[in-house]
């Protein structure tokens, strides 16, 4: 089944030359069938790039799946095009007072900021509340798993002595969670910061459970105990050559910057990359979708 996007977004073309399955608007209209809607809160810099990695992963599924992608009011990127964002997206404040069977909160480029520093803290606030009240399950990735975790129970972020920067080994915690269906003993996840959670902190935390974390790396992937909101810690959600862009951007400017660790340039040749996750985050994706989604939201959604 497909995933539900305007015709004229550039996520569309793409999608649909990598044979993902894509429908517009006009076609799912005619199906008998209510939609899975999921919003994305992309606060990444690169929002195009991010938005076609996200429906990527939310496409691999057999449900129709409808697309709202949201953007702060308080605070507006740089580096997006201000047609594109008013085109594609809405602002918090115009779908506050919907429902969502999922939602996903992306990382920022702001882990280094103590929270009441980053402009957007206060509404952001409100997004975590409003998900807690209006969502069946959430996915909040790198530093927006961090502010989460922060937001709710105070547990803190840590800086690390040099930059978390590539591909990591992870082993599962919990036998048989539905979220780690299908995945190998060890599995890979990229991971691109600067900081850490408190891990004691969430792991004496009964309100949390672990789910995965690597000996380098550390947690990977927690959740609250009733489902309602996942933490990832890492990017599994990155395409292939995400990781040698930004290798390749903070050389330019001159920044402290080892290559990727964990083997993703293959010989050390930045040309040849280790595409070692995608099995990882596909499956991911596609286990909270079924499981922590569908399975649970009602027909209704105005029952959430």
């Not at 008013?86 to 007072?97: D, G, Q, R």
């Amino acid at each position: 089944m497909p995933i539900i996007i305007p015709r004229a977004i550039p996520a569309f073309k793409v999608l649909k030359d990598e044979n993902v399955f894509v429908m517009g608007k006009q076609r799912a209209n005619r199906q008998d069938i209510r939609p899975i809607e999921i919003g994305i809160l992309n606060l990444m810099p690169t929002k195009i790039e991010t938005e076609i990695q996200l429906m990527r992963l939310l496409a691999n599924s057999p449900l129709q799946i409808n697309i709202t992608l949201v953007t702060t009011a308080s605070y507006v990127g740089k580096h997006t095009p201000r047609e594109h964002l008013e085109k594609f997206y809405k602002t918090f404040n115009e779908v506050k007072n919907q429902k969502f069977d999922g939602f996903i909160l992306t990382g920022a480029p702001v882990e280094t900021l103590e929270y009441n520093e980053v402009f957007y803290w206060k509404e952001l606030g409100e997004v975590f509340d409003f998900i807690k009240s209006n969502v069946t399950s959430a996915i909040h990735i790198c530093w927006g798993a961090q502010a989460a975790l922060y937001h709710f129970f105070g547990i803190k972020k840590l800086p690390l002595d040099e930059k978390l920067f590539g591909l990591f080994g992870n082993k599962a915690l919990v036998n048989y969670d539905p979220l780690l269906k299908g995945l190998d003993d060890t599995f890979i996840i990229p991971h691109s910061r600067h900081t850490k959670i408190d891990e004691d902190a969430v792991k004496a935390n009964k309100k949390l459970v672990v789910l995965a974390e690597g000996e380098e790396c550390g947690i990977s992937i927690a959740k609250t105990k009733d489902d309602k909101m996942f933490f990832f810690f890492g990017h599994s959600e990155y395409g292939k050559d995400t990781l040698k862009k930004e290798y390749l951007r903070d050389k330019a400017k001159g920044l402290k910057i080892a290559p990727p660790a964990g083997g993703y340039f293959i010989d050390g040749d930045v040309n040849n990359i280790n595409f070692s996750w995608n099995s990882t985050a596909n499956l991911l994706f596609y286990n909270w979708l079924n499981h922590y989604v569908y399975q649970i939201t009602p027909y209704d959604i105005e029952q959430i």
